[in-house]
């Protein structure tokens, strides 16, 4: 049996789907022959990671490019030419949408704009690639979950290492039980930044070629901020440090170290969130913490997520990684290899497996495989959904100031205080209608 098929074995157990494939699919099946037609929305440093990957894929085709920001855009049409193709540079996502050539969208725009191009692409009868976190409020998941499932579309999530062969083994190890009885698992990143981090910019004028109020789409209207837009080529994003756009470290970084948790664990969610944390460092306009420490109760186990920013402990300068810790020994597993630790006298012996080929181009290729052949990919809608709730709520517990009792089925909380903080609301005219 696969890592694929155990992963999808316990997706099913806890999603309560019934098949892999659906007979209501009305669109075009590709063949294995079949052009791809895709378009990429949003083409900045990881929109342009994506174009590159899709297009190592045999039979796609890089149909469009799309961004607000005109530089993106005339950057990406450059890179698709030199590979041969010939996309259409185009401004607005809903010329996309209304394009019924196109077959895919990929959807790499800043969080904010995720659920909601998501699931209009849904709507349009399009398959869809969209980044993460898919969502950054409980309203906006379960959109997502529901239109992808209405409109039978295959919805790949950009958490990518769960296509990486050494992250499959490393869940099988933890399901397997040769580590014992896991207690605790530990999730983090560090770095370490000047304490001036991205500056105090003011409120100023949008750059040429910025179409600022379609950036900012369902957020509340703002004045133009380098900060708060902070796309640039030379720079890790700054818009992800501010509630509008989404979630600071959690749900940039500690997704993907969360995401594997949960994978390992049969797809789990935590009963119990706890969140601890601030600016103690940085001196700039971020708004979310630059240290930040969450324990998520799983009831078998104990989950934590850490970061800092003002330390790597002496070792580099993006550190990122998770342990599990059992009885009988220690899983260490990053995006490079994993290694088993034994605990004295338990007769398990010291392992270690390499990553072996980069996870990225391999996620693609599980999602064009699916888009032909109509099956659940690796990073399901669903399984995403639930891995960005999990990060939503250690920020809904860090800005609530409070613990959090989280109920599933209902997707809420038992902390009243804590709610306002679980669901967006957007700016007219856009709404989220599944």
């Given at each position: ?33 079949d ?94 690639y ?7 409020s ?72 910025l ?137 398990l012996?010291?392992s ?46 860090y ?13 809420t ?12 609301q957007y700016r ?7």
């Amino acid at each position: 049996m696969t890592n694929q098929s155990i992963d999808r074995r316990g997706f099913l157990k806890t999603s309560g789907a019934t098949a892999l494939t659906t007979s209501l699919f009305t669109g075009n099946l590709k063949g294995a022959n079949d052009k791809i037609a895709a378009a990429f929305v949003g083409v900045g440093v990881m929109g342009s990671e994506n174009l590159k990957a899709a297009m190592e894929q045999p039979g796609v085709q890089a149909a469009a490019v799309c961004d607000v920001y005109q530089p993106n855009l005339e950057r990406a049409a450059a890179i698709a030419r030199r590979a041969g193709h010939q996309p259409k540079e185009v401004r607005d996502f809903r010329e996309i949408l209304a394009d019924k050539s196109i077959d895919v969208v990929c959807i790499s725009t800043p969080d904010h704009w995720h659920p909601y191009i998501t699931v209009e692409a849904c709507k349009a009868g399009k398959d869809v690639y969209v980044e993460k976190p898919v969502c950054l409020s409980l309203n906006e998941g379960q959109a997502m979950i529901t239109a992808a499932r209405k409109y039978n579309r295959v919805v790949q999530a950009g958490t990518w290492q769960r296509s990486g062969a050494h992250f499959q083994k490393a869940c099988e190890l933890v399901r397997s039980g040769e580590l014992g009885k896991i207690a605790f698992v530990r999730t983090w990143i560090y770095n370490n930044m000047p304490q001036a981090g991205i500056g105090n910019p003011p409120d100023g004028k949008p750059p040429a070629g910025l179409d600022w109020d379609l950036w900012l789409g369902p957020a509340p209207k703002r004045e133009f901020n380098p900060n708060r837009f902070g796309v640039y080529p030379k720079a890790y994003s700054y818009f992800r440090y501010f509630w509008d756009y989404a979630g600071g470290h959690v749900t940039d970084s500690g997704i993907h170290m969360l995401d594997i948790v949960q994978m390992a664990f049969g797809e789990a969610m935590p009963k119990t969130i706890s969140a601890l944390g601030g600016k103690y460092w940085l001196k700039d306009d971020e708004e979310t913490p630059d240290t930040l420490q969450i324990s998520f109760d799983y009831s078998d186990f104990l989950g934590s997520w850490e970061h800092r920013c003002n330390n790597t402990g002496g070792t580099k300068a993006r550190l990122m990684g998770i342990t599990f810790h059992g009885t009988r020994g220690t899983l260490y597993v990053d995006r490079n290899l994993y290694h088993v630790t034994p605990e004295q006298g338990s007769g398990l012996e010291e392992s270690e497996m390499k990553r072996v080929a980069d996870p990225h181009p391999l996620h693609w290729t599980n999602f064009v495989d699916c888009v032909r052949t109509r099956k659940r990919p690796n990073s399901d809608i669903e399984t995403c959904v639930r891995s960005s709730e999990s990060c939503v709520l250690g920020n809904v517990s860090y800005r609530a100031k409070t613990r959090l009792d989280w109920n599933e089925q209902t997707q809420t909380v038992a902390q009243p205080e804590a709610r306002p903080f679980l669901y967006r609301q957007y700016r007219a005219p856009w709404k989220l209608e599944a």
